[in-house]
């Protein structure tokens, strides 16, 4: 047996034994434990073997529920994993100002009628884990400002959300991997538009796949970030450049989530294209002042082709910034979702692309298919190196290609480097074809 092989056993025997074990304590809790209810209060409560409460579900019927601070004369401190599985008629859940509770794990999972999720303010809650995954119908979550984590999957598959905002004073630090990203959403399901999504200042991991599948408008960071890394396709449209919703099955962030359910255990069947095509809908990224940002990383805001503005904000805390391949390939470009011939539809270049100073490189087709006049770096950065094909059009020497995604690309007019830059690398194709390049600037 090859080591891989062995690996993957010992995994999955330890996987095994960790369900077994949770479900024997389970039932070993079932066993001992008396339900406990209150005359007006249609949760179900057990002893939590603190001489506190355990939330385990709701009566029959009951539409709303409002976790309390105390029950009887007992704190409320937790919510059993699984209590509101598959709920159908519960829309509205709201936790009292006065709550105990701290963490929340796998709770209301597919809750098909659920609306609404009130979090209070004032209460303890620090961390929410796979807790609303497949709740189609959630329209909105606000985040309370004392949650530090939101775990991974913990909002995933709520194809409803139009806002996800952060109270005020987050001390937010983690977003888990895939958690609101639309995923397994259902045949022919298209997710709502999410206008504005702006991260808090406090947030330092932001996971693999996060908003994965949610279309955005707006988004942006908080002054003062302390994020470093864009994670990879962040906010990408999947699909060749250009092409939104064509071959998402074979993209990297489509391969990851995949991963991220199989060991959920979860079916995925991802209704690639027409979540890919809805997701086209960015127009501006601002990074916000006073930022911390490493990294943005590969295909992060990939076939956003409505990506008109793009701020990197002033005054960063880091001392450089890469940018990695594809990250912003097609930005602007709309070419291919207007009829042949119609330039009138075409966005209207964008006037100028202004890089931060602390910008040191620019990896391989970074910018491909851009549709940008003017490339500016300050009077003093510190650049490095640009990469293969940074804003190339296809085609032989001189004889760009004539498919209209090229032919909308090929508008830049002037590149300036600044007076004082550390360059060293300009590379293969970096851009070729650009007929109407008139002005380039090296310092």
């Not at 509770?101 to 999972?109: D, K, P, R, Y």
């Not at 060749?240 to 074979?250: N, Q, S, V």
């Not at 600044?418 to 600037?441: D, M, P, R």
């Amino acid at each position: 047996m090859s080591v891989a092989s062995r690996k993957r056993l010992g995994i999955s025997l330890l996987s095994i034994l960790i369900i077994a074990a949770l479900f024997l304590g389970v039932l070993a809790i079932s066993a001992r434990a008396e339900t406990v209810t209150f005359e007006g209060d249609p949760l179900i409560y057990i002893d939590d073997g603190s001489g506190g409460l355990t939330v385990t579900g709701c009566a029959d019927g009951t539409e709303s529920i409002v976790i309390p601070g105390t029950a009887g004369d007992k704190n409320v401190t937790s919510v059993k994993a699984g209590s509101f599985y598959q709920c159908g008629g519960l829309k509205t859940v709201t936790f009292a100002s006065d709550s105990k509770i701290s963490t929340l794990h796998s709770c209301f999972i597919d809750c098909p009628d659920l609306v609404s999720v009130d979090f209070g303010s004032g209460g303890k809650l620090t961390s929410v884990y796979s807790s609303f995954i497949s709740c189609p119908r959630l329209t909105g979550v606000t985040v309370p400002s004392c949650v530090v984590t939101v775990g991974a999957t913990s909002f995933c598959n709520c194809p409803g959300l139009t806002s996800v905002t952060f109270e005020a004073g987050s001390q937010l630090s983690t977003i888990g991997e895939a958690a609101f990203s639309n995923w397994n959403i259902g045949e022919g399901t298209v997710p709502a538009t999410v206008e504005y999504l702006t991260l808090p200042a406090s947030l330092q991991v932001l996971g693999q796949g996060a908003f994965h599948g949610m279309p955005v408008v707006h988004f942006s960071l908080e002054d003062g970030s302390k994020l470093t890394e864009i994670p990879k396709g962040f906010l990408a449209a999947e699909g060749k450049e250009g092409h939104p919703g064509t071959d998402t099955e074979a993209s990297s962030t489509f391969n990851f989530i995949t991963r991220v359910f199989k060991r959920l255990s979860k079916p995925y069947a991802f209704t690639a294209a027409a979540t890919a095509k809805a997701c086209n809908v960015l127009e501006s990224v601002d990074f916000g002042d006073g930022n911390s940002l490493t990294r943005i990383g590969e295909a992060a805001f990939k076939n956003q082709t409505h990506l008109s503005s793009l701020d990197f904000g002033e005054d960063p805390v880091s001392a450089s910034l890469r940018i990695d391949g594809n990250a912003f390939a097609a930005m602007n470009n709309n070419a291919l979702q207007v009829d042949d011939g119609d330039d009138t539809a075409l966005n209207a270049c964008v006037d100028e692309l202004l890089f931060p100073a602390h910008l040191t490189y620019i990896e391989d087709t970074a910018f491909k298919y851009a549709r940008v006049r003017s490339v500016v770096f300050p009077e003093t950065n510190s650049l490095q190196s640009i990469n293969y094909n940074f804003m190339g059009i296809d085609g032989n020497d001189a004889q760009p290609h004539t498919d209209p995604l090229n032919l909308a690309a090929n508008c830049l007019e002037s590149v300036d480097f600044g007076t004082s830059n550390a360059l060293a690398l300009i590379g293969e194709a970096t851009f070729k074809n650009q007929s109407h390049l008139t002005s380039v600037e090296f310092g």
